[in-house]
């Protein structure tokens, strides 16, 4: 699609000329043609890249050196060559140095006979380059209305995928962000893992390049974004071929654009449905009264199935935002192709399982890819709650409840963790709602007076100190570490706390004792 100086040579008044030093840069690329007319080496800033130069060299026709400084200064600029015209009027004969310096630069030199005017070889240099871009935005508009016309009819991005392979006759693949094939033509699944291989190794340069990126596994591939915005969707891999890179990169620049006006085109779509799901859910698990023959009716309206759910997870993270931890759980179970009925309540994503689901599996598995995806996470930031089995749809609000309450109090008492089973915590929710009654309170507080009034006192945290030993006093570096004290100092407080409570409160039934007691002062 672009002019070199090969092409030059066969058109206008260049097919006269001869190539007489430089070959090497014989591919180099005419974008624009100009007279020398100002034949000095301080004249490269006026110079543009892949710009053909004519002149006779007049101004400097006895003066080899600044020849010679005008040609380094030419090829400095990035030009694409230099025609010489009206040999043997002002110059008589090319000095044998100039020659050699065009062939060390790989910058051609032309010379055409003296008969041959300048309006001669730069006029159809401009006219070609005229057509050229005409033909360019010609070939833009045709890639445009076809691509536009499979989204207008959502031929899907298998369709595109295709057209793109077609014209360019190479291997395509489509991949979004979780690194799923969207659509692929001409690739074998082993060539397909290779790309996945060499697009994990080389991520970080993918993911902050907004053009593309070359990788090579065994073949060499383009990857293009797939961008709308900021939003990155996804990536043409493209195989690299003998085509024109300009032509090749009008491909791509236009066939990233018809997959994400795709793509978003189906995220509004699923966006509304996921706002009308994410309010049914909100009705479903909510405790007021409501007409269950109603809820069945939607729920068949949206293909849920509520009389074989067997349990619910509820999934948080303080890192990520609820509706985009969704999307990324979404495309993990499509992946693993889990049947999915899930959607946001407040900060957590509710997913809802069948009956022959293993969901602590689940659980794991949602977790550590989560975690994989985004390497920035850590452990800590994200948890989920494994509810206990769903028998009856009229169950869910309970089963919910308490899966929130299990997920509270695992965390709070059980940050190692970051799954929390509500089969195995079972006693913690009912514990935790009965906390705040009055003869609890009062129960807690008359056996933790010492403590309280000691704090109250002399402020040493005694109860903090407490509380963390109660958990886990074998860990005793840990404990100091979290406090934030040395472990001497915690040996002198938990010395403290036994002396204070006349008794050691992480001994037998005193400790279930003491621990529930914390727990209901805590809550």
């Given at each position: ?27 180099n690329i005419i974008e ?298 979404k495309h993990i179970l ?5 049947r999915q009925q899930c ?181």
């Open positions: 699609m672009k002019i070199t100086i090969e092409n030059a040579l066969t058109f206008g008044g260049l097919t006269e000329g001869k190539l007489v030093a430089g070959f090497r840069g014989i591919h624009s043609v100009t007279v020398l007319e100002v034949a000095d080496p301080y004249s490269k800033a006026w110079n543009l890249p892949n710009q053909l130069h004519v002149t006779a060299l007049y101004a400097i026709r006895d003066d080899l050196e600044t020849q010679l400084a005008v040609i380094r200064s030419l090829k400095e600029a990035g030009c694409s060559g230099i025609v010489l015209c009206h040999l043997g009027h002002f110059i008589e004969n090319i000095a044998s140095e100039v020659i050699d310096v065009c062939n060390d630069l790989a910058f051609p030199l032309i010379v055409v006979p003296k008969t041959v005017t300048y309006i001669e070889i730069i006029v159809p240099i401009v006219n070609r380059i005229l057509e050229i871009s005409n033909e360019k935005n010609q070939l833009a508009l045709e890639i445009q209305e076809t691509l536009l016309q499979k989204v207008i009819h959502e031929e899907g991005l298998g369709s595109i995928c295709q057209y793109l392979g077609e014209k360019l006759n190479a291997s395509i693949v489509i991949i979004d962000v979780m690194d799923k094939i969207l659509a692929s033509y001409g690739c074998a699944p082993d060539e397909i893992e290779q790309i996945y291989g060499e697009l994990h190794q080389c991520r970080e340069r993918i993911l902050t390049n907004t053009t593309y990126t070359i990788i090579q596994p065994e073949k060499a591939y383009y990857v293009y974004p797939i961008l709308n915005e900021e939003t990155r969707y996804g990536y043409l891999v493209c195989e690299i071929n003998s085509l024109d890179l300009e032509y090749v990169l009008l491909m791509l620049k236009h066939t990233a654009i018809a997959c994400s006006l795709l793509v978003t085109h189906h995220e509004r779509r699923s966006r509304m449905q996921q706002m009308y799901i994410n309010d049914f859910i909100k009705n479903l698990v909510d405790s007021n009264e409501k007409e269950w023959d109603e809820v069945k009716r939607t729920a068949f309206s949206l293909h849920w199935d509520l009389e074989h759910i067997g349990a619910l997870l509820l999934i948080v993270t303080t890192a990520l935002d609820p509706s985009s931890l969704l999307i990324d759980i499509l992946q693993q192709d889990i959607g946001v309540v407040g900060e957590h994503v509710v997913l809802f399982l069948d009956d022959t689901a293993d969901r602590r599996r689940i659980a794991d598995l949602l977790l550590q890819s989560v975690l994989k995806h985004h390497p920035r996470l850590s452990r800590d930031d994200i948890a989920v709650s494994v509810s206990s089995q769903i028998h009856e749809p009229e169950n869910i609000p309970e089963v919910y409840k308490v899966a929130v309450d299990t997920l509270i109090l695992g965390k709070r008492f059980l940050p190692q963790q970051q799954i929390y089973d509500c089969d195995t915590l079972a006693f913690l929710p009912s514990l935790y709602e009965n906390a705040e009654a009055e003869n609890f309170q009062n129960i807690a507080r008359r056996i933790l007076q010492p403590i309280l009034e000691y704090d109250l006192e002399h402020n040493h945290e005694l109860m903090n100190t407490l509380d963390a030993l109660l958990l886990n006093d074998h860990a005793m570096q840990g404990i100091a570490d979290s406090l934030h004290i040395h472990r001497n100092t915690l040996q002198y407080r938990r010395k403290k706390i036994i002396e204070l409570l006349g008794e050691d409160p992480f001994a037998g039934l005193h400790r279930i004792n003491y621990i529930l007691a914390v727990f209901t002062i805590k809550f």
